[in-house]
């Protein structure tokens, strides 16, 4: 294991640093034994397959076994059963708040360390994500359970196989985007909308720095604690969101046009190599939708 010596992100103390994973690794994990080929790709660099998703040395392990609690919790009381496709409704705690929080912390602790890409949101934008991060951070270190300053939202993705008279136009790969993907990004829009987005497969987490509550999005919130129900159909989201959907989607689908043809004949020969895997699998199905979409 490769060991960094600099200041931890979250508790400050100079200290080994771990290789951390931005997405959770069970996410990573799920994506890959779900996966027909056992390989994934990253949009970004679509030829080339990894095995275990992006690390990075942010925090100390002390902070990283902090996090692994509530790690724990979303996945066996929240990603887990909605993957297994139990619908009904899930009771929850402090803790999944929590968790979105976290997630919200590693991505903007992420993309100031690593990619340095605060630097290109204009100066307001940036105080308050770096507002944000300091009030996230000092929630985590604390071990705080509720905050009622920045709300977190989660939205239950599923298959489309059906579109409206009024839905623009949809990507090729929309379902395999919405089912099967990891993603993430600090989403700003004109009206003033500023919000953490992470994407864990069929589950996307919007955590709202500005407006701290919006009004457009009804349904989703999580509170200290509740009761979330995947199936139920009377949630509000302002049409932007799905207009943002289309976009990430046509991004990866852009990248995929960049395989190599070699690396499209390995995909097949991995595809056949495992034949048993292709019935039943989320990505057949993901796919099967993606085609009946465009056929209509
Ligand atoms: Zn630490």
């Not at 951070?137 to 359970?145: A, I, P, S």
């Not at 009622?148 to 989660?154: A, F, K, Q, R």
Request: hydrophobic share 35%.
């Amino acid at each position: 294991m490769k060991i960094y010596r600099e200041k931890c992100r979250l508790c400050g103390e100079p200290s080994k640093l771990e290789l951390g994973h931005i997405a959770p690794s069970f996410v990573i994990k799920y994506l890959k034994n779900t996966s027909i080929t056992g390989y994934m790709r990253r949009s970004d660099e679509p030829n080339i397959t990894f095995q275990d998703g992006e690390k990075h040395p942010l925090f100390c392990r002390n902070c990283e076994n902090k996090f692994s609690s509530d790690e724990n919790y979303f996945a066996k009381e929240v990603f887990f059963p909605y993957h297994k496709r139990i619908l009904g409704p899930i009771k929850y705690d402090y803790r999944l708040g929590r968790f979105c929080i976290l997630q919200a912390f590693r991505k903007i602790v992420y993309n100031e360390v690593i990619t340095n890409k605060l630097s290109i949101y204009k100066p307001t934008i940036r105080k308050r994500l770096i507002k944000a991060r300091d009030f996230f951070r000092e929630f985590l270190m604390v071990g705080g359970k509720t905050q009622n300053e920045y709300s977190n939202h989660i939205i239950f993705a599923n298959l489309i196989d059906n579109v409206g008279s009024n839905m623009p136009q949809l990507p090729p790969n929309i379902n395999m985007y919405l089912t099967r993907s990891v993603d993430t990004a600090i989403v700003y829009s004109e009206k003033n909308k500023l919000f953490i987005y992470n994407k864990l497969c069929k589950i996307m987490i919007l955590t709202f720095i500005t407006p701290r509550k919006p009004r457009d999005y009804e349904g989703t919130r999580i509170y200290g604690a509740g009761t979330l129900n995947p199936s139920r159909c009377d949630i509000t989201l302002p049409v932007s969101i799905l207009h943002f959907w289309i976009d990430r989607a046509l991004k990866v689908n852009e990248s995929q046009e960049k395989l190599t043809n070699a690396q499209q004949e390995l995909i097949i020969k991995r595809f056949l190599k495992n034949e048993d895997r292709i019935l039943n699998s989320e990505c057949t199905e993901a796919h099967l939708a993606d085609e009946k979409l465009q056929s209509n």
